[in-house]
């Protein structure tokens, strides 16, 4: 019996260690699966390398996650395309089409997440006192627009230039696009911005002109065409207003404005029509100038210019319905941009010897 017993507990005690040995083995074996999982894991979702090195990559309109993701294996950015897909479907991201510069050395989280960001964008800043023919040398100039810059490709720069131009002149009123910073998908077409700048400008003057406007007893392009010339003549929001008042009293006592802004203006539209690049405000005015037989000609025609000269800044066109009336009749602006004012002409020629 006590053999039995001895037997038993020997039987018993065997399967006990292999018991134990399975739970170890069993044990093991999901340590090692788990760090299988996560050594494919960091394989796949970490960077490749350290190589910092920018590739650049476009998502068009409506590509799917899986074309995306052939394109990131193809440029050595990822090391899985399905991984790349899977991962987009488990975190629900939404890639965004655009144009992106990625690093070599990003995981597949900051890849997949910087997707998320269109980089169509772009931005251009537009300076305030330019005419219409400056937006669009400025636009090519800074090229930051392809759409507009090469609507065709098989033409030269100067001829879609011009094409542009054309359109901008066809489609736009002189004074009504706002000058300002916009963001715009490198996809935009110039009637776009046109549309952005244009309902800039009604924002901004409904929201700080127009309630002053009714108490100035000048009409919303009357604004904007003196504004224009303000714009033009001096520099300061101080001297903006003495000017604004300046202009105002000499139209409201049947006074020539007698600007260099509006001859210069239309100077440039006689000496640059139909060209691109060219100098359309000349620094310079000759007698010949001074003869000029136009409605800008503002030494020999009474009362405003038909349109305005620029697109002017807000602060332009606040001077024009806040101006700063003052005893002062004369004004010039010296080589360094300071305003010089004067009550008489004999004050004013003095300043003119002075000054210039």
């Not at 033409?155 to 489609?171: C, D, F, K, M, P």
């Not at 700080?208 to 065409?225: D, K, M, P, Q, R």
């Not at 006074?255 to 100077?267: K, P």
């Not at 000609?297 to 210019?305: I, Q």
Request: glycine share 6%; net charge negative.
């Amino acid at each position: 019996m006590e053999n039995d017993r001895l037997i038993l507990q020997n039987q018993k005690s065997k399967k006990s260690t292999r018991r134990l040995i399975l739970v170890i083995a069993l044990a093991l074996f999901i340590i090692v699966g788990i760090l299988g999982v996560k050594a494919v894991y960091s394989y796949f979702t970490e960077p490749i390398g350290t190589d910092s090195t920018v590739v650049l990559i476009t998502i068009e309109d409506g590509e799917t996650a899986a074309s995306v993701g052939k394109k990131l294996k193809a440029s050595e950015l990822i090391r899985s395309d399905i991984a790349f897909r899977l991962w987009v479907k488990r975190y629900a991201i939404v890639l965004q089409a655009g144009e992106y510069e990625i690093p070599k050395n990003l995981s597949l989280n900051s890849v997949a997440q910087l997707l998320t960001h269109g980089t169509f964008d772009t931005q251009i800043t537009f300076p305030e006192g330019l005419r219409r023919e400056e937006l669009i040398t400025l636009i090519f100039s800074e090229n930051s627009l392809p759409t507009i810059t090469c609507r065709d490709c098989s033409i030269t720069r100067e001829e879609a230039e011009r094409l542009a131009l054309n359109e901008l002149l066809q489609s736009a009123e002189e004074g009504f696009l706002f000058p300002d910073t916009y963001t715009l998908s490198k996809a935009s077409t110039l009637e776009e911005l046109i549309g952005f700048m244009s309902e800039n400008f009604w924002m901004k003057y409904s929201q700080y002109v127009e309630n002053l406007a009714s108490t100035s007893g000048l009409t919303t392009n009357e604004i904007v065409t003196l504004a224009s010339i303000i714009e033009r003549e001096v520099r300061t929001d101080t001297d903006r207003k003495l000017v604004a008042g300046i202009l105002r009293k000499r139209l409201d006592n049947s006074w020539n404005l007698d600007t260099d802004a509006s001859l210069q203006y239309a100077v440039g539209s006689v000496n640059c029509d139909g060209n691109v690049g060219c100098e359309w405000w000349p620094k310079e005015l000759t007698l010949q100038d001074l003869e000029l037989d136009s409605p800008y000609n503002s030494r020999k025609v009474g009362g405003l210019p038909p349109t305005p000269i620029c697109n002017p800044s807000l602060s332009s066109m606040i001077a024009v319905v806040e101006p700063t009336e003052s005893s002062y009749w004369y004004y010039l602006s010296d080589s360094e941009g300071n305003t010089h004012f004067a009550e008489t002409l004999e004050q004013h020629n003095r300043n003119i010897t002075l000054y210039l």
